[in-house]
């Protein structure tokens, strides 16, 4: 059985963590950074970098801290409470994982430790307009020329591309899918935000002709989705805790404004429909925490059920944040959506981190294949 709980050195990582987030990134801070143009604070992401988050999960080789995954989900719990904005998930995770798995030894030394320290962003570009998260949903091509290749396509729904300095690109080839390293300055390169009802800054990626030598290829042509699946559950995973926190603090700032409402002379917490959304969100909170941990401790104990664990916190972390957000309007009435209090930065960050790295419906199939049911 799974032993949840967590070490002293745990509950520190969490304690600091909650503590710097809450003084030097308010919720009216994290608009501030959202109305920007790129919804990019590199002053913040730079003071994140100095307490050393970005090392979590690089290995002490290359410059990391060679943290575990339970550590990462301690981190990105907060994280999540707080809805700290910046590339932490998108570079220090997913990226970094795919290097791991699949990156050149000289890629790596060139990269992980500038990852690490925070001075370079690496992100990831796998969905296009036919969006999903199967190796049959990416149709931009790589053709090879010269001992390299020439990207033409578009790439949507990438997060961070803006603050980025590359872009590790699935694109297919002859042999399968391959991934390949494209420095966001080179010639034919052009990024355009998407504006929307999202939660962080995701960008539409085109590639118009750009040529990409053969060093920049990450692990073997035509094999690139043997790194991205496992890279893939590690970063879910990870997103699930952060899930977690957000579910979390949405039930904390929903029953404090239940306590202090008065209507009809007492406060609305002891109204049962009100008692009713509260005891939802709390549920929801509770078992995103729970399958969310779970799916970390099976990725490190290399257990064989963990892709199902793992799709499993992503179905139940996606759909209670949604319905957690759903419940909290009701709960505020018409100040839920003022922007000066908050709450719909949490429900917009629902509605994107619904789809990213998969919808519940993903994972359903994912899981019902998994274990052998179809799908």
Known sequence: MADLSLTSAQELLRTTARD????ECSLAQVRRIDEEEDGFSRELWQRTAALGWPRLLVPAAYGGAGGSLTDAAVL????????????????????????????????????LPAIARGERIVTVA???ARYGWTPDHVQMTARPRDGG????????LVPDAGAADEIIVAARTDGGLTLLLVDTNAPGVERRIMRGF????????????????????????GRGWDALEPAFDVATAVLCASMAGACRRVYELSLAYAQR??????????????????????????AARLTAYEAVWKLEQRRPDAQAGVSVAKAV????????????????????SDKAYGLYLYTK????????LGSPDHHRRRLARLLGLGG
Do not use: W
């Open 261 to 286: 409402r008065v209507q009809f002379g007492q406060p609305i917490a002891r109204f049962q429909r009100v008692q009713d959304r509260l005891i939802e969100m709390v549920n929801h909170a509770d």
């Open 149 to 156: 290749y020439v990207l033409a396509g578009g790439k949507q």
């Open 198 to 221: 999202v939660g962080e800054p995701l960008y539409e990626v085109s590639f118009r002709n750009v040529e990409v030598s053969r060093d920049a290829v990450v692990g073997e042509p």
């Open 76 to 111: 990105y719990e907060e994280i999540g409470r707080g809805l700290l904005p910046g590339p932490q998930h998108s570079s220090a995770v997913l990226a970094a994982q795919v290097l791991l798995r699949a990156g050149s030894e000289a890629q790596r030394q060139r990269l």
């Open 20 to 23: 710097f987030i809450e003084r």
């Open 317 to 336: 972390a996606s759909e209670g944040f949604y319905e957690s957000c759903e419940h909290a309007h009701h709960v505020h009435g018409g100040i839920g």
């Open 349 to 356: 960050a629902s509605r994107s981190l619904y789809h990213y």
């Open 126 to 128: 796998f969905t296009e």
